[in-house]
């Protein structure tokens, strides 16, 4: 699979991932191997769809999952 992020930043409503079967026209974004895909998933996972919301003051909510980031690291570190 080929995987691509847009939009990185720490305040932004429209962080979005896309996961696709060949490479991207842009050339954004990297293929999915067996030695990177443990590492490289939870960027798809952790991004939202792509979705419009009227209402501007709900444009900046924070939405990043902290259900234990470094202890993942850890374990694909020591390739577990």
Known sequence: GYMVTHSSG????????SLLVGG???????YLHKDNYLEKMPLFAM??????NREWTERARI???GDGADR???DV???K
């Open 72 to 74: 993942f690291n850890a």
């Open 47 to 52: 991004s939202r769809y792509i979705t419009y």
């Open 63 to 65: 939405m990043k999952s």
């Open 77 to 79: 570190a020591s390739g």
């Open 10 to 17: 720490f305040d932004n409503p429209d962080l979005d991932s």
């Open 24 to 30: 991207r026209y842009d050339g954004n974004g990297f």
